[in-house]
């Protein structure tokens, strides 16, 4: 039986769910978050599906320690591989949340017709995932889907807001298929981070999805849907990663707007 007290668990390949994480914070100021990032395998956008699921069973096992009574997915490229697996095995222990499909239920919103591009990772992209969803969905929009696998690293690596993202950002947005679009869609949590460079590339003209804030409402609405919602003492926020790296533990400080205590937890010894 799940309990309200419980805390949230949120899980990504690195820093990008720390969009997420942040998002979640800002609309659930009194629910204690676990934060794991997989640090040592990021980025999963490159990594094959089985080797996604089998970090995201790692994950989940010490997220179901830790009494999440939620795991929230905060990585497009495990939402698309792993989803469904770690709904099965995490079963009745805890609720689930992937990034997709609360992004799928915004593009409901939109005008017949839009265009709309997705950025994501080789990953995401090749998993056809939001265009299925779309499909699913019947929705009456135009998805134009590119990867751009260059950018997640990027930022993992501190480079945004430089010459050298802004050269990448044009050179992936310059593409062809994504003339024309009114809405494009951040298919991964990193790219919340680039969000002003892209819009500026736009010149403000394309309505940029940032998943982040649309996740952390979809996460509310389950939860009190569920009658979930913690009215208890609000506890510390914890964070794992499986490598220590130095751009996580400055990023953790930047979002949360104070030094975090990382714990290492090795998925493999």
């Not at 007290?5 to 820093?15: A, K, R």
């Not at 978050?33 to 040592?40: C, K, L, M, R, V």
């Not at 989940?60 to 591989?81: G, H, V, W």
């Not at 790219?191 to 952390?216: C, M, R, W």
Request: some cysteine; hydrophobic content about 40%.
């Amino acid at each position: 039986m799940l309990s309200a007290n419980q805390p949230v668990g949120i899980f990504d390949s690195g820093i990008g769910g720390l969009t997420v994480a942040s998002a979640v914070k800002r609309a659930l100021p009194g629910e204690q978050i676990i934060y794991f990032g997989d640090t040592a395998h990021l980025p999963y956008g490159d990594k094959s599906t089985a080797s996604i699921q089998a970090y995201s069973i790692k994950i989940s096992d010490l997220l179901l320690k830790q009494r999440c009574k939620i795991i929230l997915i905060a990585c497009n490229s495990a939402s698309a591989a792993a989803y469904e697996l770690v709904k099965a095995y995490v079963g009745s222990k805890a609720l689930v949340l992937n990034v997709i499909d609360p992004v799928i239920e915004f593009l409901a919103t939109e005008k017949p017709g839009t265009k709309v591009g997705l950025i994501g990772t080789r990953r995401t992209i090749s998993s056809n995932i939001y265009k299925k969803r779309v499909d699913e969905n019947n929705l009456p929009i135009e998805l134009e889907s590119l990867a751009t696998p260059l950018l997640a690293p990027m930022i993992e690596d501190g480079f945004f807001n430089n010459n050298i993202s802004k050269a990448l950002i044009i050179e992936y947005l310059s593409s062809p298929k994504l003339d024309g679009i009114k809405s494009l869609i951040l298919g991964c949590t990193h790219y919340p981070l680039i969000k002003n460079e892209i819009n500026d590339f736009f010149e403000g003209k394309v309505n940029i999805i940032d998943s982040s804030d649309i996740v952390a409402k979809a996460l509310k609405d389950l939860l009190t849907h569920k009658s979930l919602l913690n009215n208890g003492p609000k506890l510390t926020d914890k964070f794992f990663v499986s490598d220590f790296t130095r751009s996580f533990a400055e990023s953790t400080k930047i979002f949360f707007q104070e030094k975090v205590n990382l714990e290492h937890y090795p998925l493999w010894e």
